[in-house]
């Protein structure tokens, strides 16, 4: 009976600290959602913050279950290993059409960082990364700088929540065209991992150092009315 109460209260809790953040949500809204006592947080959580550290948790628990860890048969190449890395995480972000509110506790985490967001990284988002850097050590020149190797890392990341995070700025710019096969998941991944590569290839045949070192463009100063 126990267990039943801590799941009830984590799936309602769920969806009001995916729409209104921790600071804005209230244990007794949570409790009355939940069908139970105020008093229950305390008793099965010890908190309000260890309940939203939790259902963090149970959000990145079945994104995975729904969406596995990216995973490659043995004798897989760099090229096809990044590919199955991108579509992994396009799957997550975008493969269930109508946005859960997994994903939207998920981004306002990422967005609005709160006292979960350090164990749920070092259990959930670390081994994902040390997998991308794992990829992109067989693809990059052995004399590519740390930080170099973290650029591209979160280049490749980054073109992959785009779609997500700025789904609205999307539709805006492209319309009904959102709608077209070339926007699929499969051909997204496509394009995000050849557009990936060949800027790849393209730091190998340029000074990884000071070719960016010595363009330090600066906006310009509007002028005075």
Same mark, same amino acid.
């Given at each position: 009976m126990a267990d039943e109460t801590r799941v009830r209260m984590l799936e309602a809790a769920g969806p009001?600290?995916?729409?209104?953040?921790?600071?804005a949500t209230t244990v007794r809204e949570i409790c009355a959602a939940a069908e139970v006592n105020v008093a229950s947080v305390n008793y099965h959580f010890g908190g309000k913050e260890t309940l939203y550290l939790q259902t963090v948790k149970l959000a990145y628990r079945q994104r995975? %279950?729904?969406?596995?860890?990216?995973?490659?048969?043995?004798?897989?190449?760099?090229?096809?290993?990044?590919?199955?890395?991108?579509?992994?995480?396009? &799957?997550? *972000?975008?493969?269930? =059409? &109508?946005?859960?509110?997994e994903t939207r506790l998920l981004m306002r985490e990422m967005l609005q960082p709160t006292q979960a967001c350090q164990p749920v990284m070092e259990e959930y988002i670390r081994p994902q990364w040390d997998q991308l850097m794992g990829i992109l050590d067989e693809l990059l020149p052995d004399?590519?700088?740390? #930080?170099?190797? #973290? %650029?591209?890392?979160?280049?490749?990341? =980054?073109?992959?929540?785009? /779609?997500? $995070?700025? &789904?609205? $700025? *999307?539709? $805006?710019?492209?319309?009904?065209?959102?709608? &077209?096969?070339? /926007?699929?998941?499969?051909? !997204?991944? %496509? #394009?995000?991992?050849?557009?990936?590569?060949?800027?790849?290839? =393209? !730091?190998?045949? *340029?000074?990884?150092?000071s070719e960016l070192e010595t363009q330090d463009v600066k906006p310009p100063i509007p002028a005075m009315t």
């Open positions: 009001i600290f995916a729409e209104k953040g921790f600071d995975l %279950q729904r969406v596995p860890p990216a995973a490659w048969p043995a004798d897989a190449q760099p090229a096809h290993k990044l590919q199955i890395f991108v579509s992994t995480i396009l &799957n997550r *972000v975008l493969g269930e =059409g &109508n946005i859960g509110w004399e590519t700088t740390h #930080h170099v190797r #973290h %650029q591209v890392a979160f280049s490749i990341v =980054g073109q992959c929540l785009h /779609y997500r $995070f700025a &789904n609205e $700025f *999307v539709l $805006f710019l492209i319309g009904d065209d959102w709608q &077209n096969e070339a /926007y699929s998941v499969g051909r !997204l991944a %496509q #394009h995000i991992t050849r557009f990936s590569l060949a800027a790849i290839n =393209g !730091l190998s045949e *340029v000074d990884l150092e």
